[in-house]
């Protein structure tokens, strides 16, 4: 594993906590994240890996089964270049680069290489999410039609995550790509994509709120709210709310993953929450299972020898929307798909 920062430690403890899967390298240019990173894994019982700051070295001297990119976004067509010399299968963090001329370069690498190369794109994987999709895939309220997916809330993100002040590029491609995502998995491609930005937080150089509207191909219309910013009590973080209105009814995911299906014939109640890793921590459960999920379907492709889901190529899709929403929020118009 390359990249020992705030989010590793989830990465680790699934890896660590995987049956078939041990950790034997990590790769940090900070060494007090490295020796910390390695202290966590002995304090759960595993073998201390063997430490590196230069990916290549690590690569020529273990040879690993595959290498998992944590770093953020910058260093990623740098690593997964290195993982596309040594052949190595990579799985890589989102976001996959800085814009989509980086993702394009690393999707045609990892493709001349003939590696397999997936994107830790999580929300898919989280439980709740993956029942939601199989509920609506039932039928249970029908032809989806019109939907909103929201994720604003007031998490203080900045304080796990002090580098997002930073960047010009904040809330659309560090959150709402998640959303997007999801948008992707639950109504199909998107056509058509339209875009408003704010920056609500002092001090701040990206925008921290976006309100999209998406046209999918299937007919959806769908809203994508994301937010940094918002003041709410109780604080849905880090759970998605979903509304959809079907040709046959409407399904609700609100706070708390409870999910209420109204039909005709009467409302039903239930409740989708994550199932906890025994080793995570009541807040982040339901991140830290998608985490988990995520790594395993990794695994279980990588064994049978088939694309994952969220593979690089996949993930250029996603991407695509996050490069059309900020066109459409620069110019305040609708962006053609087929046109970014
Ligand atoms: N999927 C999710 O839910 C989720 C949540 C949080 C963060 N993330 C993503 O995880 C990634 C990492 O985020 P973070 O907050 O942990 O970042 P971080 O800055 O806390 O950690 C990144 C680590 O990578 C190391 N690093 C950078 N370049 C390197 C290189 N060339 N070689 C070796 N080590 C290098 C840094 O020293 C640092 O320790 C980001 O892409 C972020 O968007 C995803």
């Not at 596309?84 to 993702?103: G, Y």
């Not at 997002?164 to 998995?185: M, N, P, S």
């Not at 039903?268 to 830290?288: L, N, T, Y």
Request: charged share 25%; with cysteine.
């Amino acid at each position: 594993m390359v990249g020992c920062g705030f989010f590793a430690r989830n990465h680790l403890l699934a890896w660590h906590h995987m049956d078939g899967v041990e950790l034997v390298a990590l790769c940090d240019l900070d060494a007090g994240r490295l020796q910390a990173a390695a202290d966590l894994i002995e304090q759960a019982g595993g073998t201390r890996p063997r430490l590196f700051a230069d990916l290549d070295q690590m690569l020529r001297e273990v040879r690993p089964d595959f290498v998992d990119v944590v770093t953020t976004m910058e260093s990623h067509e740098a690593l997964v270049g290195i993982c596309a010399r040594h052949k190595v299968p990579t799985i890589c963090q989102k976001p996959f680069a800085p814009d989509i001329a980086a993702v394009r370069r690393i999707v045609d690498v990892a493709g001349s290489a003939g590696i397999p190369l997936m994107v830790h794109e999580n929300f898919r994987f989280q439980g709740p999410m993956m029942q939601l999709k199989q509920v609506l895939d039932g039928g249970a309220v029908g032809r989806p039609v019109a939907a909103r997916l929201s994720w604003r809330c007031g998490f203080e993100v900045f304080k796990g995550q002090p580098y997002l002040a930073k960047v010009d590029r904040l809330v659309l491609l560090d959150l709402v790509i998640h959303v997007f995502d999801l948008a992707r998995f639950l109504f199909g491609e998107v056509d058509r994509l339209l875009a408003r930005t704010q920056k609500v937080r002092p001090g701040i150089a990206g925008e921290d709120g976006a309100v999209c509207l998406l046209e999918h191909g299937s007919g959806v219309i769908s809203e994508v709210l994301g937010s940094y910013h918002t003041k709410i009590d109780p604080d849905p973080f880090p759970e998605t709310l979903v509304r959809i209105d079907g040709t046959d009814g409407f399904l609700e995911v609100g706070h708390g993953f409870e999910m209420t299906i109204t039909r005709h014939d009467g409302t039903e109640q239930r409740s989708i929450a994550p199932v906890a890793p025994d080793w995570g921590d009541p807040v982040w459960a339901m991140v830290q299972e998608s985490v988990l999920n995520t790594q395993a379907h990794f695994i279980d492709c990588l064994r049978e020898g088939r694309e994952p889901a969220t593979s690089a190529r996949d993930n250029e899709r996603t991407f695509a929307l996050v490069e059309a929403a900020y066109r459409s929020a620069a110019q305040g118009r609708w962006v053609d798909l087929a046109t970014v």
